[in-house]
């Protein structure tokens, strides 16, 4: 099997990377929670995607030096913008979140305990509603999440909120494919971290899903892709691991 070796980096800093549109509901618990966690040194960095509501105010009022927030001149859409944010991390570690969720307590130093020992960290969450009333203890559980390379091509089965890697994996992610519509950027980064780096699958719920109409992503649950799109989009993905891995070599 393929792995790569990676470099020794010393953790100095960490980079929390959100994508933002129109998230003025949820927003500002999500970056309390997090606030709350992170260390003085460490990031969070907001690409906001043109949002036509008071989600750059809200940001802009929490007045923290560690946030750092960038406004995109035109609407790159959610891998896109998570693309920009993640390019503009200066973070050893490499924590992506959404907008919307909220982190339990002990996420960051689960993430940063385990992340001494692998390159890439994905843990499982509670599903809730937009009051953060529980309906599912585990995406895991309720997703049916396999564990495989080639059950991750048939159905992916992992959530970007969840995510943390080092910069080594970061490295070899970007740039993303082109074709956004065959590559979202929590598939191609767990994708690229479980064929050519060391993971781990943390199994207990370290962040409260928050399930709600305005979502970007369908959380793996509901789909209208034809079966035609599903052959293309999977084929899309391995021949650009092909292609990734042989550009190191």
């Known amino acids: 099997m393929f792995v790569i070796v990676s470099k020794n980096f010393t953790h100095n800093m960490v ?11 949820f927003i500002l618990e999500q970056l309390n929670s997090i606030l709350t966690q992170i ?10 995607d043109k949002s036509s509501d008071n989600t750059v105010d809200i940001i802009k009022k929490i007045n923290d030096s560690r946030i750092r927030l960038y406004k995109n001149d035109k609407n790159l859409g959610y891998t896109k913008n998570f693309e920009r944010v993640l390019s503009l991390s200066k973070g050893d570690i490499i924590i992506t979140s959404d907008q919307d969720d909220v982190w ?44 495989s390379k080639l059950g991750n091509i048939i159905k992916f089965s992992y959530l970007g909120c969840c995510m943390a890697f080092n910069k080594n994996v970061l490295e070899f992610a970007l740039p993303f494919p082109r074709n956004s519509n065959y590559c ?8 690229c971290s479980i064929f050519y780096f060391r993971i781990k699958i943390i199994n207990k719920p ?13 959380g793996g649950f509901n789909s209208d892709k034809t079966l035609l799109f599903k052959l293309q989009y999977r084929l899309y993905l391995i021949f650009h691991l092909i292609l990734r891995k042989f550009k190191l070599l």
Request: proline content about 1%; glycine content about 2%; some cysteine.
């Open 104 to 147: 339990l307590p002990d996420k960051y130093k689960t993430i940063i305990k385990n992340l001494k020992l692998v390159d890439f960290v994905i843990h499982d969450a509670k599903i809730v509603d937009t009051a953060t009333t529980e309906l599912f203890t585990s995406y895991f559980k309720k997703r049916k999440t396999k564990k």
């Open 15 to 25: 980079s929390v990377c959100i994508a933002s549109y129109n998230g003025e509901k």
């Open 206 to 218: 370290l962040l409260l899903y928050r399930r709600h109409d305005d979502n970007a992503s369908t």
């Open 184 to 191: 979202t950027f929590d598939n191609w980064i767990f994708l």
């Open 39 to 48: 260390h003085e040194k460490d990031e969070i960095l907001i690409c906001d």
